[in-house]
């Protein structure tokens, strides 16, 4: 039930099934060669690299044709994993650590639903109906067709790069509070980094106040006038929603929400119901 573990340097291949539930670690420098899925360990158990290299040799035999299904975790000496000529949708469904996730050849496409609580080393694309969030970080551009929902429920993501929402793809905002944080009391946030780094707004901004999951209260009801700044781009922000919807619990009497859009930020704003819908 434990976690088959290589550490020490060097490069070891594994040649036959292991069953341990807690998967495999690589650590200290070593560097683990792989053929077939099952030599990962049990069926859907974790990997953590740490200091460590993963090698999905030529030809690698997934235990479903086309993707890779387990966890990752990676430590703060780093990891890799070199995907040979390999091309795996990624289905783990989490990828957390304090460590950087890099690739040696094709990355890895999303083939599910992704909470990164780590940092992902390479671009990124989220596809129709999937689904990303989690207070992590993506080393370079990130296009979202499907949704996204930075944070646990409420939280941040990090994107060194730009981000495009594109039409009929979905940005979830949860608002549990004024707080920049994470958990209850804050709300979500996209941050980019670098100076040429944009954002463009495209689809659907779904703004909920109620109905959130995690550590949110689901109480909060923001006064008038109150604002939430929810992306920062210091490229500049370009395009616009298709549609904003609002939400349907959690505002005083009288209230609505509204949006500004700067030159390098968006905010949420609580006004009263008379004022203008949109301001730019």
Do not use: C
């Not at 998967?23 to 690299?49: M, T």
């Not at 999937?130 to 990090?158: E, M, Q």
């Not at 979500?188 to 100076?195: E, H, K, P």
Request: net charge neutral.
């Amino acid at each position: 039930s434990g976690r088959f573990g290589v550490t020490g340097g060097g490069s070891f291949t594994l040649d036959r099934p292991n069953t341990q539930l807690g998967g495999l670690s690589v650590q200290g420098g070593s560097q683990v060669n792989a053929q077939r899925d099952e030599y990962l360990g049990a069926s859907g158990s974790s990997i953590l690299l740490d200091q460590g290299r993963l090698n999905l040799l030529n030809g690698f035999m997934a235990a479903t044709p086309g993707v890779f299904n387990r966890p990752l975790e990676i430590g703060p000496g780093h990891g890799a994993i070199d995907t040979g000529n390999n091309s795996l949708a990624y289905t783990g469904g989490s990828i957390s650590g304090s460590g950087v996730l890099s690739f040696i050849g094709t990355p890895f496409t999303l083939g599910s639903d992704l909470t990164l609580n780590g940092v992902w080393n390479s671009t990124l694309e989220v596809p129709v109906t999937l689904t990303l969030k989690g207070n992590g970080r993506i080393s370079g551009d990130l296009r979202v067709l499907g949704a996204l929902s930075p944070g646990n429920s409420p939280g941040v993501l990090t994107v060194d790069g730009s981000v495009a929402n594109t039409a009929g793809s979905t940005f979830n905002l949860e608002i549990d509070g004024p707080g920049t944080g994470v958990g209850a009391g804050n709300h979500d946030r996209l941050v980019l980094t670098g100076a040429g780094s944009t954002y463009t707004a495209g689809g659907t901004l779904n703004l909920m106040l109620r109905g959130i999951s995690g550590e949110a209260s689901n109480t909060y009801q923001p006064g008038l006038g109150q604002g939430f700044q929810f992306i920062t781009a210091p490229g500049g922000i370009l395009g616009s929603y298709a549609t904003v919807s609002l939400p349907a619990e959690g505002l005083l009497p009288g209230t609505r929400m509204d949006l500004i859009f700067g030159s390098t930020s968006l905010t949420a704003y609580v006004i009263s119901r008379k004022d203008a819908k949109y301001r730019n």
